[in-house]
């Protein structure tokens, strides 16, 4: 299996202690608890987490269990980043400074229902850091189509039969984050854990509000054999579905460079939600993701180096 | 110190007072002073808060959420169709076990749209889990969120508190207001000390998944601690009268209904009036008394049913309408006292922000004590004040 | 742990954690490593969305928890040497 993650013998390239146990609840394959793995694993245990209604409420276990080793902070679905803003100001006010407040959810807890509340923090300036673990659709439900699920892809609420029924990409939201006011913003995939670890860490020396967008395969909802998810992911990164970058001072920059992207098509085959695509609509996939990632490409190269 | 100031101002100074640590507000109307006054103080450096201005209400009662899980002492304010916007979270603060304060300045919900007072916004909210408090003047605001603190954060309580000021009436009207000394104040307050705080040292799991099997267990903690909070909403009161000499009857303020004809059930600023109208009548020889409904959450049954002692005839004045077979407060009235013979009417009015006046009150004893003669209701429910063509109103 | 509504916590905290639950049991394949195709790059211990590839320091050889291991297979898949197989599990 090529990887561009280090494959450094008999040693750890990311740090050993785990924050999450074993015995949580996320399905087989599931993206999120290793998104949550590297998360803690670059942020230590000075650490308080809120999460939303989501796969996320679930993953971690049922009471009295749960499943993280950092307080844990559960509530409705569409206040996220407003709980954050509550969380953080408490623990100004009682002087520790120094606690990482993560906001962490969904992609329809974040790009739908929640996003007021996330704006809502970024222009209050909240010093958090708000993670958006992105499975394309809301997945705790049963896969019903949200404002970040592809063009193309099949959901119960995108049936789509035989045809591209989701023309629309994937809501822009690191793009309306950056022009809502966030102090640093990036993506992250769990494909390239070192690369996560490395982006969190850097992220929580920032103050202020912080976004990052994270990749986070569902194998139930993706229709695909849970053992592809990180392949799956790491297509995402090589065809340019999903580029790994940075916003940070004004400039963008790749984290990840993909000097050569494979077709979109690699990416797209291995997952059911896909297969309806006609070569047609595929091409039609393939021309969306060259105009974002040329925009990209564009918007990075503006920044200079 | 004696300061003239409205209920708005009086429930801002009184977060003060509590040494309230995280405040997140969004402005609505009647509210909003409050809001106003918070930033002022805090901007000044009067008060020592973190102030959150919030994108809505929902987001402020979530950021109060998440700071008093920190172990911070809370407070918002709000009104109406924002008390609506907060409803899921208001549950949640129950769940949760947060033992948030906020006054909200009663007014309608829409549409169409009317800022003005009545009940019918606190009155949906009867279920979430909340205490609910409702104030007769400002002072009794001031006084009410300062004893609601002692009483929320009660470890055996836990719960949260709606101080309710009627919208203009009271949120706009200025009046005297004695505010209590500092040093006082914080012998009564003791801070706020959480038994379950967040805490990087000590992590836990706060309102995370429940099954069938323990989730019941858990909701009859809420219904034993609203139980507590009776007895504790009385020691607070008698405690407070130790300190600042001012009580407010408890529960259920009988006035002048030992051996009345007719008792009027009435929560709000319009005890006030009813109690103007009672002094004039009992003048007149005429035996009405008025039952101020101060606490509505929890249910005070047990002091409700003593009016069956006291008078044969009880009129309930609901300033909301929930659709039902009567109002909201006359049900609760009724389903007390059953079985103890009593005859009873529901008065719906003084809603959208149209006043009770002494005339109007003079109408629903007319009525009782009419009913008090005839020994039963001509109806259920009566709609005081209608333009119904009698050109009485 | 708790017998009645009386031992509970005034507030629904959690604050045990899960490697009691056995996730083991949802597993229809399992990992089997061999060793002597093993470079310990730890690829395998990396990915592993369920901690259940164990590594107890640098230089050891990986093992599986079999009482969490969901069977995922995201280990064989990201293997660089083919070294996990998986293999049907049988009663």
């Known amino acids: 299996m090529e990887s561009t993650e280090s494959t450094k013998r008999y040693k750890f390239t990311i740090p050993q202690e785990e924050y999450i146990t074993p015995g949580h609840s996320a399905c087989p394959g599931c993206g999120e608890p290793l998104a949550m793995r590297y998360l803690l694993k670059a942020l230590g245990p000075n650490t308080v987490i809120n999460v939303p209604a989501g796969c996320c409420a679930v993953i971690p276990g049922v009471w009295p269990r749960y499943a993280v080793k950092v307080p844990f902070v559960d509530h409705a679905f569409e206040c996220t980043a407003a709980v954050s803003s509550g969380i953080k100001a408490a623990l100004e006010k009682k002087g520790m400074d120094d606690v990482t407040v993560v906001g962490w959810a969904g992609d329809g807890g974040t790009v739908d229902i929640g996003l007021q509340a996330l704006s809502g923090a970024v222009d209050r300036d909240t010093d958090f850091l708000y993670v958006m673990y992105d499975n394309e659709a809301y997945m705790n439900t049963g896969i019903q189509c949200s404002g970040a699920t592809p063009c193309g892809a099949w959901t119960t609420t995108t049936p789509g039969g035989k045809h591209i029924q989701q023309r629309r990409d994937k809501k822009k939201i690191l793009d309306m984050m950056i022009a809502n006011g966030i102090v640093y913003g990036a993506t992250v995939s769990v494909a390239y854990p070192d690369d996560f670890i490395r982006t969190i860490q850097k992220a929580k020396g920032i103050k202020g509000p912080k976004f990052i967008h994270a990749y986070s395969p569902c194998p139930s909802g993706w229709r695909m054999d849970p053992r592809k998810a990180i392949e799956v992911s790491r297509l995402a990164v090589r065809t340019g579905a999903f580029p790994l970058y940075e916003f940070h001072n004004g400039k963008y920059s790749f984290t990840k460079e993909i000097k050569k992207r494979k077709p979109v098509e690699e990416y797209l085959r291995l997952q059911g939600r896909f297969k309806h695509l006609t070569p047609a609509d595929v091409a039609e996939v393939q021309a969306l993701v060259d105009r974002e990632y040329e925009a990209l490409v564009a918007k990075v190269g503006a920044s200079g180096r | 110190m004696i300061e003239m100031m409205n209920a708005n101002y009086a429930a801002a100074r009184a977060a003060k007072l509590a040494r309230v640590d995280v405040t997140a507000v969004y402005p609505i109307t009647p509210q909003t002073s409050i809001s106003e006054k918070l930033a002022e103080m805090v901007q000044k450096g009067e008060m020592d808060a973190k102030f959150m201005m919030m994108e809505s209400e929902h987001s402020a009662m979530s950021a109060l959420i998440g700071a008093s899980y920190v172990g911070a002492r809370t407070f918002t304010a709000t009104s109406s169709h924002g008390l609506a916007l907060m409803h899921e979270m208001l549950m949640w603060a129950v769940g949760a076990r947060r033992p948030i304060v906020m006054p909200v300045a009663a007014r309608t919900i829409g549409g169409p749209w009317n800022i003005w007072g009545e009940h019918h916004d606190v009155i949906t909210e009867r279920d979430t889990g909340w205490l609910q408090i409702f104030c007769e003047n400002n002072q009794e605001v001031l006084d009410t969120v300062l004893m609601a603190y002692r009483v929320a954060e009660d470890p055996e309580v836990m719960l949260p508190i709606m101080v309710i000021e009627d919208g203009f009436i009271l949120s706009h009207t200025v009046d005297i207001v004695d505010v209590p000394e500092q040093e006082k104040v914080d012998r009564y307050l003791p801070p706020f000390k959480p038994e379950y705080p967040v805490d990087v040292k000590n992590p836990m799991r706060h309102g995370g998944l429940m099954m069938p099997d323990w989730w019941t267990e858990f909701r009859y903690l809420i219904y034993q601690s609203q139980e507590v909070a009776r007895t504790k909403l009385l020691e607070a009161e008698k405690e407070f009268e130790a300190i600042f000499g001012r009580s407010y009857g408890g529960m259920m303020e009988y006035y002048k209904c030992d051996d009345a004809d007719a008792v009027l059930v009435v929560a709000g600023s319009a005890a006030g009036t009813a109690k103007e109208v009672a002094d004039r009548y009992r003048a007149e020889g005429k035996k009405v008394g008025v039952a101020k409904l101060r606490v509505f959450r929890p249910f005070p049954a047990e002091e409700v049913r003593r009016l069956a002692d006291m008078t044969t005839t009880i009129g309930v004045f609901d300033r909301s309408y929930t659709y039902g077979d009567g109002g909201a407060m006359f049900n609760e009235v009724r389903s007390a006292l059953q079985s103890t013979g009593s005859v009873m009417k529901d008065y719906v009015g003084g809603l959208g922000g149209r006043d009770v006046t002494v005339k109007f009150i003079e109408w629903i004893f007319d009525d009782l004590l009419r009913i008090a003669e005839a020994g039963k209701a001509d109806r259920t429910v009566e709609w005081v004040g209608l333009k119904d063509g009698t050109g009485r109103w | ?91």
């Open chain 3, 1 to 91: 742990m708790y017998k009645t509504y009386k031992d509970l916590p005034a507030e629904p905290v959690a604050s045990q954690h899960t490697e009691d639950i056995m996730t083991g049991t949802w597993r229809t394949i399992r990992p089997v490593l061999n060793e002597d195709k093993c470079i310990r790059c730890y690829m395998c211990w990396k990915f592993c969305p369920d901690m259940s590839m164990i590594v107890e320091k640098e230089g050891d050889y990986p093992h599986v928890d079999l009482d969490h291991c969901k069977g995922c297979g995201i280990c064989s898949n990201e293997c660089p040497r083919g070294a996990i197989r998986m293999e049907r599990e049988t009663l």
